[in-house]
C-alpha cells in the first residue's frame, strides 16, 4: 500500500515552520528543497490565483528530488470568476504550462465555490469533457447537494475524483463513506478542519487522534482495490500540518521523517 500513498501539506512556504519543521536558519528561498526532503507531495495554492509562469514552474521542478510530485489548483478564473463556463482557454493555457514538471505533475483541483450548487449542474457536465486525459483531476464540492449518484456517475465516465474534504463543508460521515466509492483510480484528499481560528502554525494545538484513527481504518480497508492517495493536511487542521501529515504516516505503515533529521541533514552536507 505504501507505494499508492502520498501524504503531505497545503503549501510549504510558512516560516512558522523554521524550528518546527525547517532547521532553524533555513532561508526561504531554500524552504521548498528542504520541506522535499520531509514529504513527497505537496498542494500548490498559488496557481488558485493566477496561471503560473514557465520560470516559477521549472523553479519548482529544479528544486524536488525526481520523485516529487505537485498537486496544483486550478486558477479561480476558470472556478470562481467563469464558473466553468467559456473557461476552455483558460484551461488549455493552465494544462500548458503546468506538464512543464513532466513526470511532477500530479492532480488539479477544480475547487469549486460554496455557492456553486447544484443548480449549476449543467455547467460541471459540459466542462468535464473538456478536461485532458493526460492530466489527473479532482473537483471538490462545498454543498453536501452535490453528493448525489449521477454526480458521481459524471465524475467516473470522464475519469476524475471526488476530492474528499475533512473541513465543514460535508459531514465527516459522509466523506469516510465515500471513501469506498472511489470514481477513478485515485483518491484526493483534504484535511482542512473545520474553522479558521488557529494562527500559530509552528505546533499542534488540537488533538485529531479519533478522526486520523477513522481516516487510517478507511484508507487501509482500500489497500486491496490499490486505489492511490494523495493527501493534504492544512495547518488549520490541529495547528501545525507537518505533524498532522507525519502522524497519518505512521498509521498508514509509512516511515516519516522527522524534523531532527532534516537538521543533521543540514549540519552533515550544509
Not at 519543521?21 to 514529504?39: I, Q, S, V
Not at 496557481?47 to 521542478?61: C, E, L
Not at 485529531?208 to 493534504?232: C, F, K, N, Q
Amino acid at each position: 500500500m505504501s507505494a499508492l500513498l502520498r501524504i503531505g501539506t497545503q503549501g510549504w512556504n510558512y516560516d512558522a515552520w523554521v524550528g518546527a519543521l525547517y532547521p532553524d536558519g533555513t532561508r526561504p528561498a531554500d524552504f521548498l528543497r528542504t520541506f522535499a526532503r520531509a514529504f513527497n507531495t505537496v498542494e500548490v495554492d498559488s496557481t488558485f490565483y493566477a496561471v503560473p509562469s514557465s520560470s516559477a514552474v521549472r523553479g519548482w521542478a529544479e528544486r524536488t528530488p525526481p520523485d516529487f510530485v505537485f498537486a496544483l489548483k486550478l486558477p479561480r478564473e476558470v472556478t470562481h470568476e467563469r464558473r466553468l463556463v467559456d473557461a476552455a482557454g483558460v484551461l488549455d493555457e493552465f494544462c500548458d504550462r503546468v506538464r512543464e514538471l513532466g513526470p511532477k505533475l500530479g492532480p488539479v483541483l477544480v475547487q469549486l465555490g460554496p455557492d456553486f450548487g447544484p443548480d449549476e449542474r449543467a455547467a460541471l457536465v459540459e466542462f468535464l469533457p473538456l478536461l485532458p486525459t493526460d492530466v489527473r483531476f479532482a473537483v471538490e464540492f462545498r454543498q453536501q447537494g452535490w453528493i448525489r449518484d449521477h454526480v458521481l456517475a459524471s465524475l467516473a465516465e470522464h475519469q476524475v475524483a471526488l476530492a474528499l474534504t475533512d473541513g465543514r463543508w460535508l459531514p465527516r460521515d459522509t466523506v469516510l463513506d465515500l471513501v469506498a466509492r472511489p470514481t477513478t483510480d485515485f483518491h484526493y484528499i483534504r484535511w482542512m478542519g473545520p474553522n479558521r481560528d488557529l494562527e500559530d502554525f509552528s505546533r499542534v494545538q488540537i488533538d485529531r487522534t479519533p478522526e486520523l484513527d477513522a481516516w487510517s481504518d478507511a484508507l487501509r480497508a482500500m489497500a486491496p482495490r490499490r486505489i492511490a492517495v494523495y493527501g493534504y493536511f492544512n495547518n488549520h487542521y490541529a495547528g501545525h500540518s507537518p505533524a498532522s501529515a507525519r502522524e497519518l504516516q505512521r498509521r498508514l505503515g509509512l516511515v516519516p521523517t522527522e524534523p531532527e533529521s532534516l537538521a543533521e541533514q543540514t549540519s552533515l552536507f550544509g
